[in-house]
């Protein structure tokens, strides 16, 4: 039942991503096991957005980690998704995590408590809006300037 | 359901277990039921290799933290291989893994380390 989807949702996730200079944008089943494919989504943007490797690794790590949290409190929920979304503007990296609906307002709870103090290390910036539609996780990772 | 990618094995009284691929929130519960189902109680410890592991999120941290409390309840030694990706190692290291949970360069050294002279 679930395998049809899966395979929409990378080909969506193909799609988008190929559109070099695009920002990077998917909507996903808040489920687990879409974690390693919107790990490798973002990574091939990362990468074609010419952002530096060990950039990648710490942003990577850090959007994943919201994402789980997204995931982890659709516990239950029946077709709950997650949206994320990454922009590169000027020297800045943005990234946006949201669920979609109408879940709860997610929160950090302090089983999650690592995955917050990772994201803390590896971006500059950090704004957690628990909206009433929703939790939107808000990143910011500045890109070292380039070398004159 | 698809338990992950481990491979466990007993070498001289010590459960070896070697990861492969990516571990995160999809798989890390299975792995350690796995390896806490499969230790027995005579076992001197656990050896977990991370050795050939592409990816490790905050769930596949909070599962060695996990391992390492149960067995040391039961007297057991945990440790850890990992000469792995550096996204990895990055992981490691900022969540301060090393400080609870002895590290060796290869499944050798960590079994030697825990079989009593």
């Known amino acids: 039942l679930s395998a049809p989807r899966r395979a929409d949702d990378v080909a969506l996730l193909v799609l988008r991503s190929s559109l070099a200079g695009q920002p990077f944008s998917i909507e996903l089943p808040a489920w687990p096991r879409e974690l390693a494919g919107l790990r490798r989504g973002l990574q091939g943007w990362l990468r074609r957005s010419g952002v530096p490797e060990d950039v990648v690794g710490d942003v990577v790590v ?4 919201a994402a789980a949290n997204a995931i982890e409190h659709a516990y ?7 949206s994320v979304r990454a922009e590169r503007i000027d020297g800045d990296l943005r990234f946006e ?12 709870g302090h089983d999650r408590g690592r995955g917050l103090d990772l994201i803390h290390l590896l971006v500059d910036e ?20 380039p070398a004159s | 359901v698809t338990v992950g990618p481990l491979a466990l094995r007993e070498v001289d009284g010590i459960l070896v277990a070697t990861l492969t691929g990516e571990i995160d929130l999809a798989n890390a519960n299975h792995i350690r ?3 806490a189902e499969t230790v027995k109680p005579t076992d001197l410890g656990v050896v977990m290799d991370l050795s050939a592991i592409d990816y490790l999120d905050s769930a596949g941290v909070r599962m060695l933290f996990d391992l390492a409390e ?12 990992v000469q792995t990706a550096a996204i990895v190692r990055r992981v490691l290291a900022l969540t301060k893994l090393e400080a609870k949970i002895p590290f060796d360069d290869t499944v050798e050294a960590s079994v030697r380390a825990l079989t009593p002279s």
């Not at chain 1, 850090?62 to 980690?65: H, R, T, Y």
């Open chain 1, 76 to 82: 239950g929920l029946h077709d709950a998704r997650f």
């Open chain 1, 126 to 145: 950090v704004a957690i809006d628990p909206g009433s539609h929703g939790t939107t996780v808000r990143l910011v990772r500045r890109l070292p300037s």
């Open chain 1, 62 to 65: 850090a959007v994943n980690e």
């Open chain 2, 70 to 81: 149960r067995l040391h309840a039961r007297r057991q030694a945990l440790r850890l291989v």
């Open chain 2, 33 to 35: 039921d796995r390896i």
């Open chain 1, 97 to 108: 995590v949201a669920d979609t609906g109408r879940w709860r307002a997610a929160r950090f």
